[in-house]
Nanobody
Framework: DVQLVESGGGKVETGGSLTISCSYSEYSSSYCLAWFRQAEGKEREGVALIEQDYTRVYADSVKGRFAISKDNNKYVLRLQMNNLKREDTAMYYC????????????????????WGQGTQVTVS
């Protein structure tokens, strides 16, 4: 069974940092994993993904500021967010697919089969 549970969201000031986490099951440890976000009134957009071989892909809007990582011993996916901007305010979702990762992430929500419930990040 694939279960994704996000945690670590909260409020942070502009320019600050925050790390959010997603616990996943051992069953999905070989999956393509990703972070998406959805701001109020906007479509869900991909932020970053990490392939089965640990190759990372980022959306242009977060390159150089965000870092995705996974720990397949503890089954935790993380998104470290630095130099946060107000436009980063959104509900952040962890996502997984058993298939090969797409080569881009920003508009690839349809490629992912499993989703967490989300964790809110607010930048003021």
């Amino acid at each position: 069974d694939v279960q994704l549970v996000e945690s670590g969201g909260g409020k942070v000031e502009t320019g600050g940092s925050l790390t959010i986490s997603c616990s996943y099951s051992e069953y999905s440890s070989s999956y393509c994993l990703a972070w998406f976000r959805q701001a109020e009134g906007k479509e869900r957009e991909g932020v970053a993904l990490i392939e089965q071989d640990y190759t990372r892909v980022y959306a242009d809007s977060v390159k150089g500021r965000f870092a995705i990582s996974k720990d397949n011993n503890k089954y935790v996916l993380r998104l470290q967010m630095n130099n946060l901007k107000r436009e980063d305010t959104a509900m952040y979702y962890c996502a997984a697919t058993p298939f090969v990762c797409p080569t881009t992430v920003r508009d690839r929500a349809a490629d992912f089969n499993y989703w967490g419930q989300g964790t809110q990040v607010t930048v003021s």
